[in-house]
């Protein structure tokens, strides 16, 4: 299997390679709500949130969802902000 493209990198979503994009706060904190509304009935996911991929000035929607099965559903990426998606198991209240 060759390497990603430099530039590229491949989501734990399942997402084919694309283009790395970089996005403020302010447009990932604009997006999570959209994205946290396409989200809504879909099983297995336990939490939308923001996280800082690299710099100050880049930001993904983090997307935390509880096995791998539910990971095919979450888009690449809403309103130009990348999405990532994190399996974390099952979340309950300690």
Known sequence: MAP???GAFTGDNG??????????ID?????KP???DALARIQGVAGVGLAQRGGPSDWVLQVNV?????RK???PDVDGVPVVVRVVGAVRAL
Do not use: G, H, I, Q
């Open 4 to 6: 990603a493209p430099l």
């Open 34 to 36: 959209a994205l946290r």
């Open 27 to 31: 447009a990932a904190r604009a997006a």
């Open 73 to 75: 559903d979450v888009p």
């Open 15 to 24: 997402v084919e390679p694309r283009e790395v994009t970089m996005a403020t």
């Open 66 to 70: 509880d096995s791998v099965r539910a």
